[in-house]
């Protein structure tokens, strides 16, 4: 396993590691499904 791999794991375990962080993710992820919850940013408005 590279560095960059054992960081990510970490990383990954770290994030699910509490049952509040994993319920808040999964629910974040859940409104990724939905693309009404995106934002569109036009940039050549900005």
């Known amino acids: 396993m590279s560095i960059k791999e054992s960081a990510e794991t970490d990383e990954t375990d ?5 049952e509040a962080n994993r319920q808040h993710l999964t629910e974040a ?17 900005l």
């Not at 859940?30 to 009404?36: M, P, V």
């Open 14 to 18: 770290y994030l699910l590691s509490t």
């Open 29 to 45: 992820v859940e409104l990724l499904k939905n693309s009404d919850n995106y934002i569109y940013v036009d940039p050549a408005k």
